[in-house]
């Protein structure tokens, strides 16, 4: 099974950049597709980008389309997201998650409803 780390999140001004790294400290995530989420104050948890089992493939949601990228390093058993262009309305507390393989070669992305494992998140907040 993997436990997931996020690291990288911090208080910046809008228009900078960060970039959030999320690791595994059990299972490699070689086997899995892995996704962003995040959360904002009183609001439900929303999906930012996600990436394939096999091919990376990415999927970015409206939002940050443009503004964000995603990308895995299954040598160094990470996953990162790139943020640029940092807005107010970025600030949430953001999530690192895992699809578990679905049993044979995808090289799709998973459905939202399809990640199951959860970092403990690390806080972004972006002021102007």
């Known amino acids: 099974q993997v436990q997931l780390v996020e690291s990288g999140g911090g208080l910046v001004q809008a228009g900078t950049s960060l970039k959030l790294t999320c690791i595994s400290s059990?299972?490699?995530?070689?086997?899995?597709?892995l996704g962003w989420f995040r959360q904002a104050p009183e609001k439900e948890r929303e999906l930012v980008a996600r990436?394939?089992?096999?091919?990376?493939?990415?999927a970015y949601e409206d939002p940050v389309k443009g503004r964000f990228t995603i990308s895995r390093d299954n040598a160094r058993n990470t996953l990162t997201l790139q943020m640029n262009d940092l807005r107010p309305e970025d600030t949430a507390v953001y999530f690192c998650?895992?699809?578990?393989?679905?049993?044979?070669?995808?090289?799709?992305?998973?459905?939202?409803?399809?990640?199951?494992?959860w970092g403990q998140g690390t806080q972004v907040t972006v002021y102007w």
């Open positions: 059990g299972r490699s995530l070689e086997d899995y597709a």
């Open positions: 990436v394939s089992w096999i091919g990376a493939q990415t």
């Open positions: 998650s895992a699809a578990p393989p679905r049993g044979y070669a995808d090289y799709n992305v998973p459905a939202p409803d399809e990640f199951a494992y």
